[in-house]
Nanobody, 125 residues
Framework: QVQLVESGGGLVQPGGSLRLSCVVS????????IGWFRQAPGKEREGVSC????????YTADSVKGRFTISRDNAKNTVYLQMHSLKPEDTAVYYC??????????????????WGQGTQVTVSS
């Protein structure tokens, strides 16, 4: 059974940091690409970052490049999104998602078939 559970969201001041975690079903990271997406109120869902199952290659959106880093720990069945220098415009519900269709991950949400429930990130003073 494919399961993804996000955690780590919360309220943080501008310039602060958070680390999001996405715990997945056992062995998923060997076969599934994992992506992080976010959706702010009134806005379309945006691909933030992703990591490919086959070689660990990553993609990061220009809007967060240099501030966000994706990583994975296969032993813990967990993918992380480390976020630094947070801005108010980073406020959104963050979701992790999985697909095993493509060789490499992407930031296109339509490629992902399995989704977590989301975790709220609010950046505000």
């Amino acid at each position: 059974q494919v399961q993804l559970v996000e955690s780590g969201g919360g309220l943080v001041q501008p310039g602060g940091s958070l680390r999001l975690s996405c715990v997945v079903s056992r062995f998923m990271l060997d076969y599934y690409n994992i992506g992080w997406f976010r959706q702010a109120p009134g806005k379309e869902r945006e691909g933030v970052s992703c990591i490919s199952s086959n070689d660990g290659s990553t993609y990061t959106a220009d809007s967060v490049k240099g501030r966000f880093t994706i990583s994975r720990d296969n032993a813990k069945n967990t993918v992380y999104l480390q976020m630094h220098s947070l801005k108010p415009e980073d406020t959104a519900v963050y979701y992790c998602a999985a697909n095993n269709v493509h060789l490499y991950c992407s930031g296109y949400d339509y490629e992902y078939h399995h989704w977590g429930q989301g975790t709220q990130v609010t950046v505000s003073s």
